[in-house]
């Protein structure tokens, strides 16, 4: 599990409770402080930089989970996780949300779907290793032109179809808590659970002002 922090903002303490808590033990890719005073002029395209290092740095692996950390966190362990990520069938697997940011112009160039989450989200993704260092080789390469944020620079990738990808846009992994989000989140058998489709999400991610406080009270 691979996350990126340069301090303990908003819910960065929720997310090391609920990895810990699940055994899960996540690494920071990159430790460096990120200059900028707010989320509009952090250098959000270090994180995909910082996301490519990793995989070439540590290659051991077979699999790695991608995702934030000062407004993520965390319902289960690895072995849900990865169940549902298989179920999946794809070597790359993206979170989905229900707002197609930062380039609404893009909302329609996106697959159809019955979801109500049908964009792609940078808060939490898993790939298989050669897929996620083919794409990260991709994604850092024009992150160093200091353009795009990863969000921008991921969904860009996603269109193109360059990479296997698949959204996970009935959220059984990640569920983003924007807009009215959290709206369609009940507390069902001991886990938040979405009311669409019955989905017990493994990962809830506060993109932008969410109210992610409410899901903690939940785990």
Known sequence: WVSTWHGRDKYFDAFIATTKKHGIEPQNADPEFW????????????KTEAQYRYIVDHPQHEY??????YDIVVACGWDE?????????????????CYPWPKTEQAEL???TTDRCR????????????????FLLEAATIASRREQCDQGIFVDMFLSKKHPI????????????????LDYLKLRDGRPTYECNGQK?????????????????ML
């Open 110 to 112: 996106y697959p159809p």
């Open 35 to 46: 200059p900028g005073t707010d989320w509009r002029d952090k250098h959000w395209f270090r």
């Open 81 to 97: 996780i990865m169940e549902k990520y298989k179920a999946l069938d794809s070597p790359l697997v993206f979170g989905a949300e």
């Open 64 to 69: 790695y989970v991608f995702s934030d950390a």
């Open 119 to 134: 964009y792609r989200n940078a808060g939490c993704w898993i790939g298989e290793a050669k897929a996620a260092k083919e």
């Open 201 to 217: 999400p493994c990962v809830f991610h506060g993109n932008g002002a969410s109210p992610l406080l409410e899901v903690c009270k």
């Open 166 to 181: 698949k959204l996970d846009t009935a959220c059984s992994i990640l569920f983003c808590c924007n807009i009215d989000s």
